[in-house]
């Protein structure tokens, strides 16, 4: 199993940024899918999910400003960004698994950084 996540970069807050987390070697169309983030110094958390049937779920924080998607022809899915605040600032991550679920795979991916200032 391989992830890989990749769209993180510096933003300003109140910007906008694009994340994607392709999956290789894992079923994916049959799967739900979620985003994790890791804040500096900080456990990681899971901040939004996608279900088999689209059905999405998002942490508070980020409830209303972040949109998780998927393409289950390409084996991706994204998570966009908006309104950003120096709190959205950390390691993203992506794994197997709903919402009441734990992660699913015992593999992480690198990560994607997300580094946010005013």
């Known amino acids: 199993v391989h992830l890989m996540e990749s769209g993180g970069d510096q933003a300003q807050v109140g910007g906008s940024l694009r994340l994607s987390c392709t999956v290789s070697?894992?079923?994916?169309?049959?799967?739900?899918w979620g985003w994790y983030r890791q804040p500096p110094g900080q456990a990681r958390e899971k901040i939004a999910t996608?279900?088999?049937?689209?059905?999405?779920t998002y942490a508070n924080s980020v409830e209303g400003r972040f949109t998780i998607s998927r393409d289950n022809g390409a084996g991706t899915i994204f998570l966009q960004m908006n309104n950003l605040t120096i709190d959205d600032t950390g390691t993203y991550y992506c794994n197997m698994g709903g919402w009441y679920d734990g992660p699913s795979l015992p593999v992480w991916g690198q990560g994607t950084q997300v580094t946010v200032s005013s």
């Open positions: 070697g894992q079923s994916f169309t049959l799967n739900a």
């Open positions: 996608i279900g088999v049937f689209h059905g999405t």
